[in-house]
């Protein structure tokens, strides 16, 4: 994935997230440092950006791509997280985003099963 888009989704993000919780309007958001942040944090943010944008397929292979590439607990958490928040949907929000129930649960179990080959947890 393009670096230079995964910035943009990035400061995007923070500067709505930022706009929501602190109720402003102008772009004092900027301030917030894109460089203190780790690879959890960025994370994060990607996913919950996918999620908004329906784009459950693609946040699921970022997922499983940064699973595959640094395994952990933090990264196993974050994945738990993703998952919660798509079964809260419902089968139609899940449809706009050609997901299902089914393919969470899989998800699930396949994060599942990747944790406990590398003993992380």
Do not use: H, W
Not at 62 to 88: A, C, H, W
């Amino acid at each position: 994935m393009n670096d230079d888009y995964i910035l943009r989704m990035i400061e995007s993000a923070v500067k709505n997230a930022g706009k929501l919780i602190f109720n402003k309007e102008n772009d004092d958001i900027d301030t917030i440092s894109i460089e203190a942040m780790d690879e959890k944090d960025i994370l994060k943010i990607v996913l919950n950006r996918l999620v908004m944008e329906c784009k459950y397929d693609e946040a699921e292979n970022i997922l499983f791509e940064q699973m595959e590439k640094t395994p952990s607990r933090d990264i196993f958490n974050i994945g738990i997280e993703f998952y919660n928040k798509l079964l809260v949907k419902s089968d139609e929000e899940l449809l706009k985003g050609n997901f299902s129930k089914e393919e969470i649960l899989q998800g699930l179990n396949d994060l599942k099963n990747m944790i406990v080959e590398n003993k992380t947890v």
